[in-house]
Structures are given as structure tokens and as C-alpha cells.
């Protein structure tokens, strides 16, 4: 996230109630007005954003579509969401760099155009690699958007960031839940519908920011190149990153492997991932931080991840079992979205890091594992069967948990902490769901 959007908040400052916006004026982050009675901009940037969140899960319904008509293997399939994670991964290293130069408008507009052209090209390409590299494009507009979003609705809203922040809040689940249900309902007439869809949408969204949404009087401080790759070197952050790459694996075996054995239709997996996306987005806003009220957050990752390993070892051995693994599915997403943000906010208060440059560090990392678990699950598909991608997904969440236990006393920092600031939340909520 670019530093406007927290005003290079530090762990050790994180309660205080002041922060500042892009042009450097004081915003106080209570709620005076309500949620609804905000700018024009703050509603073009909330809108781009539902797309923006949408285009995580739109290729999900579409997947083995695409398979049977451009004549690809499930593994070649699965190189869509592997094209796009590596791209934004490397981006998500840079993006506080770019942002803190170009400003906040320059970087929404630079990446709407990127989604604008590349999910364009997606649409009528004729060949499985065509859509893999055309993915990677749209990786790249996304990591220069979503990065930037959260920055631009705070430093825009009016009556105080509170409601700005939940009205932000609110357009990532809408975005997380509806984008398989408009995947599906798109793709049950083409796997290019959706594609189509996304680009009308992000054009409408690009008219709407150019318009509505006024640049900054100046410019955040700068942040060095190198800032978020130098971060890794901390010992809490560098724990967390590999934490995080094993997380992801089993994240994204479940997300991206499970339409294949599902066997439905573009609009079955739809509703089944919209099921997915809903409770995801549920526990991401609400649910983790009712459960923080309680545990630490250490001890929070070390209740769900050994959760998340049972249910994917559920849906493996009843994977042939149609309900029980939709079943596994949704309750997946409901774990899934404790931890995206759980995890996030350990890695937002493990050090004396400004945000942005932990966030990057840390989002750049976990897409690592992200981008290599789909090619993987088929792969593994290929030589034992479909059981074999959740076993792979299981032992995974276990190490996850593994490396947190033994790596532990390196997060006494992110486990001394109060309640959150609203900014702090959404910029947690952002980054992790953002995988």
C-alpha cells in the first residue's frame, strides 16, 4: 500500500487516531458522518474495486471450459492463476516504490488500463499460452491497483476514514463473493463472457476515476527501491514470508485445483465458489477480529492452520463425494478468511516497518507459493488421482503451522497488541485477500 494510505503508520503509533492523506492534511479516523454520504470519488474507486476483487475468483467457473476448448491440459490450465500470481507477487515488491512517485491517481489509472487491455486480450485469444501470457498483464494491473485503492478511498473520504473504511471493506467481500458467481453465470454461455465482462466493467470503472477523482496537491514521501526486499532480512518478517508461501500452497489447492474434480458446470462451480468467496469475505472483515478479542494472533494461526489441514484432508479422501466436497469448500473459505487476515496483521506488526514496505515484502513472498501450487496439484492429479492435490494442500498447512510454532518468539512484537485502528484493519483485510 502506498504510505498515504496510513501516513507511514508504525507499529509502536498504530493507536493513534491522526493520519494524513496524499496532499499531507490531517484526517481523523473517526466516524462523523455516515457510511454512505462520501465523495464521488470514493464511490469510483469503491466500484473499481468490487471488479478489481472480482477477477480473483472470475476464472475459477471457467477453468475446465477452457481446457475442452483451446484443447489444454489441466496443468496448462492452472498455469492462469500461476502467470497472474507471479507477475503481481513480483510487482506487490515495488508497488509502494512506484506509487510514492507517480502518486495515487497515476497508479489506479495506470493499472485499470492494464486490466482494461490484457483481460481484452484474454477474451479472444485462440490459444491456452495466449491466455497464460495475457494473465500475467493483468496480474500487473491488479498489484498496481489494489495496492493503491485502499490509499485513495481513505485520503478521499469525507466525516472521518471509519466509514470510508467499511464502505472499502464492504467492495472487497462483494468483489471476493460475486466474482465466481459472475464467472459462472457469464461462462455457462463462453469461457470468453467473462473476460468480456470484466473488461466493460474495469472501462466504466477507468471513466469513473479519471472523472470523479481529483490528484493530489503533493505527493507522499518517497520509498526507496529496494525497501521491501531489505525488509526480508528481519528475522520476524523473513519467518512469516515462508510461513506465508507454505499457507498459500494450500490456499490456492483448494481455490484453483477443486473445479476439476468438482465436475460441474461453469455454473455449478460459480455457486460453489460464490458459497466460497461469501464466507471468505464474512471471517476476513468480522470474524478475525472477534477472534483476536480473545487469543493472540500466534495463537490464532496455530488454532486455524491444523483446522484448514483436516478440511483439506476431508475434501481429498471424500473427493469423489460431490457434497462433501463442496462442503469442504465453503468451510475452506471460512478458515481461509481468519487467516488472510490474521496472518496479514502479524506481518504489519512483527517490526518497526512502515507498512507499506512490510506489506510488500511480505505480499511479494507469499505469491511465490501461490503461483507454484496449481501446476503442482494437477501435476500430482496426473500420477495419483485427485486425492493426491489435497494431501499436498494438507501437508502444507502443516508446515505453515509448524514454522510459526517453532519460529514463535519472534512474534511476541505482532502478540503485544491492542485494538487496531481502522486503517491498520482494511490494509490487513487488503493484502491478504488479495492472494
Not at 13 to 24: A, F, L, Q, V
Not at 27 to 49: D, E, L, R
Not at 121 to 142: K, Q, Y
Request: aromatic share 10%.
Amino acid at each position: 500500500m502506498a504510505d498515504a494510505a496510513v501516513g507511514r503508520t508504525d507499529p509502536d503509533i498504530s493507536h493513534r487516531t491522526t493520519r494524513r492523506d496524499e496532499g499531507g492534511r490531517a484526517v481523523s479516523s473517526g466516524s462523523t458522518g455516515s457510511i454512505w454520504k462520501q465523495p464521488k470519488a470514493v464511490w469510483a474507486v469503491a466500484f473499481a474495486s468490487v471488479v478489481a476483487f472480482m477477477g480473483i475468483g472470475l476464472v475459477d467457473p471457467i477453468l475446465p471450459a477452457i481446457a475442452e476448448s483451446l484443447e489444454a491440459s489441466p496443468t496448462e490450465t492452472e498455469m492462469l492463476f500461476t502467470s497472474y500470481l507471479v507477475i503481481t507477487g513480483a510487482m506487490m515488491l515495488f508497488t509502494s516504490f512506484l506509487s510514492s512517485r507517480l502518486g495515487a491517481k497515476r497508479t489506479l489509472l495506470i493499472g485499470l488500463s492494464f486490466i482494461i487491455v490484457f483481460s481484452l486480450l484474454c477474451a479472444v485469444s485462440g490459444s491456452v499460452d495466449a491466455v497464460i501470457g495475457f494473465r500475467a498483464g493483468w496480474g500487473l494491473g491488479n498489484a498496481l491497483f489494489i495496492s493503491t485503492a485502499l490509499a485513495t478511498i481513505v485520503g478521499s473520504a469525507s466525516g472521518g476514514s471509519a466509514g470510508a473504511i467499511m464502505l472499502y471493506e464492504a467492495s472487497l467481500g462483494l468483489g471476493l463473493a460475486v466474482g465466481p458467481l459472475v464467472g459462472g453465470l457469464l461462462g455457462s454461455w463462453s469461457w470468453r463472457a467473462p473476460f468480456f465482462g470484466v473488461t466493460t466493467l474495469m472501462a466504466i470503472a477507468f471513466i469513473a476515476v479519471v472523472t470523479m477523482l481529483d490528484a493530489p496537491a503533493e505527493r507522499p514521501a518517497p520509498v526507496r527501491f529496494t525497501a521491501s526486499l531489505r525488509a526480508l532480512a528481519r528475522p520476524a518478517l523473513g519467518l512469516l514470508a515462508i510461513a506465508a508461501v507454505f499457507y498459500n500452497m494450500a490456499f490456492f489447492v483448494l481455490l484453483a485445483y477443486s473445479p476439476f474434480p468438482l465436475g460441474f458446470g461453469a455454473l455449478g462451480i460459480g455457486f460453489t465458489f460464490f458459497g466460497w468467496g461469501l464466507g471468505l469475505a464474512i471471517t476476513s472483515v468480522w470474524g478475525a477480529p472477534l477472534l483476536l478479542r480473545f487469543v493472540t494472533r500466534s495463537t490464532a494461526i496455530l488454532i486455524i492452520m491444523p483446522l484448514i489441514a483436516v478440511d483439506l484432508l476431508v475434501a481429498g479422501l471424500l473427493v469423489d463425494d460431490k457434497i462433501a466436497l463442496v462442503s469442504c469448500i465453503v468451510v475452506g473459505g471460512l478458515l481461509f478468511g481468519f487467516m488472510n487476515t490474521i496472518l496479514t496483521e502479524t506481518v504489519m506488526d512483527s517490526t518497526d516497518l512502515p507498512r507499506p514496505v512490510a506489506s510488500g515484502a511480505y505480499s511479494g513472498v507469499r505469491f511465490l507459493g501461490g503461483a507454484a501450487a496449481p501446476p503442482v496439484a494437477a501435476l500430482l492429479a496426473d500420477a495419483w488421482g485427485h486425492t493426491a492435490p489435497y494431501v499436498f494442500g494438507t501437508a502444507a498447512a502443516i508446515v505453515t503451522a509448524v514454522v510459526v510454532l517453532c519460529g514463535r518468539s519472534l512474534l511476541a512484537r505482532a502478540d503485544r497488541h491492542g485494538e487496531d485502528p481502522p486503517e491498520a484493519v482494511a490494509l490487513a483485510v487488503t493484502e491478504g485477500d488479495a492472494a
